[in-house]
């Protein structure tokens, strides 16, 4: 199959993935319909280029069985999840020349235009209007949802649309780009309130910024390989607020989390399979929510593949380490580290990365 066939499979694949999850978290269609459709056409158009290339290595196909192994016995195809992650990691690292480019544009164009048709159908006709009053550290906060179904979710699909947008790479206004996305951001937030994905926008586009276009120097390959780990980091972090105690003022700040994390795993424990009693609870943590409702088993394989998307990269660009840190920061407080429409524009990110880095010596580099 030709290259350029396979980018459009990419982006055929791509932009439902993310018009499902702008749908579905508008409320225009069910979440298990938007999780279902996103599931069969990844899986098929990524079957599809792997047959048509005969691209299969034996440690590929381990860990594709393997992943379908662990939706088995847990009896939960909601981790097939687990799946589509691998999956995609290995077409994009054994299909070089695929415009990666072309495919975060065509991604930016369509995600940023379905979201604003939901926002400003919200703005003219009142349509999904979920407003909420919340009490939040001394006093009530109001937030709106611009049309969808809770306001996190709305900054969530805001911070899907960001990453297709700022993962794309630009000779110029690089500057310009960040200064217009982070104001939007701000807009945004004045509405809806939610924190996590509009302070890692932000500082996203504080350093992006400053930077310039030197966000496309390259660190050396120790820093790279740090960066890769720092999944580890905050899953040991996360871990740690189980375990010892914690301030009561940060567990303010964070609107009680904590303690309904310590309350969980008092009940429940820990387990290697899935817990279906927390499988519907309120995690506002990606590592912990793994951990304590899909189980360790699962928790293992979500961590190696966070670390293994961007290890083939020999020395990193700035840009490849802010846009994976945004996106494994998110999951510190959300539960996203799973969604497809953040994962796939991270991934072709870093798998460009890797294809540009294999001739690294005529890059500026950093120490």
Known sequence: MKVTTITKLIIMMSVVVSVMAILSGAGLISNSLSS????????????????????????????????????????????????????????????VGIDSNKILKWLAIISGVTFGLIVLANLLTGRGANNFEMWRGNGYVFRKSLG?????????????????????????FERVANLAVGILTYIIYTQTQSRTSTYVILLYCLIAFILGNKIYLRVNATVSKLVCLIPIALFVLSLCTLFYQYSPLLNNMLSGR??????????????????????????????????????????????????????????????DILIFTMYVLLGFTETSLQHFELFIPVAILLASSAWQGKDVQVQPELS
């Open 258 to 319: 904590l303690a309904l994390y310590k309350q969980f795993y008092s009940m429940y424990g820990i387990h290697l399979l899935k817990t279906p009693q927390l499988e519907s609870a309120m995690f506002d943590n990606g590592y912990l929510q793994a951990l304590l409702a899909k189980g360790m088993i699962f928790t293992i394989q979500l961590l190696y593949i966070l670390v293994m998307m961007g290890w083939k990269i020999k020395k990193m660009r700035i840009k």
């Open 36 to 95: 279902a459709i996103q599931a069969v056409v990844s899986m098929l158009v990524m079957l599809t280029i792997l047959f048509s290339n005969n691209k299969f290595s034996y440690s590929f196909i381990f860990l594709f069985l393997l992943s379908l192994f662990i939706c088995l016995i847990n009896g939960a195809m909601y981790m097939i999840s687990g799946t589509l992650m691998i999956t995609f990691i290995y077409v994009l690292h054994t299909t």
């Open 148 to 172: 969808f179904t809770h306001p996190n979710v709305a900054m969530q699909l805001w911070l899907a649309v960001v990453l297709d947008f700022c993962a794309i790479k630009r000779a110029k």
